[in-house]
């Protein structure tokens, strides 16, 4: 945010620069806690990614200064929070939160990672790019990313998100696999001196 989109959203939250800095750090301190209550392990993040947003929407014009800041801050908030769960998603999608069988506990996240690059390793070399390509980028890049690929790849982005799926599907049932096979192994003897 620069200096002028700072300026601008206190103007807006106060009438004068002081009050307007008193208002911005009681709803940022509301806002970490509302984004810490539903979950959010980066609540503060969050809360900086909302007054960008806000102060960016301030110098579009986007907001009618009669407009209650606090109501309109707070969906703001709502809308970074409900992104910030889909990416979460994404990210859960190549490596989803499995469970070690028997003890019920999640698997520690080295194990799953190296589960997961010996399973991308397992891959082919056009669905490898494929699960990396589809879930690259954020947004309108990601978008861009599919329609590019579905186009070097012939196909139309129906069939592309079909094929991401049973890639993913794929590598999932791999991960679960060599998760439930590393479990099964009998712990090394220690060494003897």
Not at 133 to 138: A, L, N, P, T, V
Request: one cysteine or more.
């Amino acid at each position: 945010m620069s200096r002028e989109s700072f300026e601008r959203l206190l103007q807006w939250l106060g009438s004068d620069r002081e009050s307007g800095a008193e208002s911005y750090e009681q709803i940022r301190r509301r806002l970490v806690h509302i984004f810490d209550l539903r979950g959010s392990r980066a609540a503060e993040e969050l809360a900086d990614e909302t007054f960008d947003r806000v102060a960016r929407r301030l110098e579009e014009g986007g907001v009618d200064n009669a407009s209650d800041p606090h109501a309109f801050i707070h969906g703001v908030a709502m809308w970074v929070l409900h992104e910030s769960w889909e990416k979460a998603g994404r990210q859960a999608a190549l490596a989803p939160e499995l469970m070690l069988l028997g003890r019920g506990e999640p698997a520690p996240q080295p194990a799953r990672l190296e589960c997961l690059e010996e399973c991308l390793a397992r891959l082919s070399a056009e669905e490898n790019e494929i699960i990396r390509r589809y879930y690259q980028g954020e947004k309108r890049e990601r978008m861009e990313n599919r329609r590019r690929l579905a186009e070097e790849l012939g196909v139309s982005l129906n069939a592309l998100r079909i094929r991401a799926h049973r890639v993913r599907r794929n590598l999932e049932a791999c991960i679960h696999r060599s998760l439930r096979s590393r479990e099964m192994k009998p712990p090394s003897p220690p060494l003897s001196t």
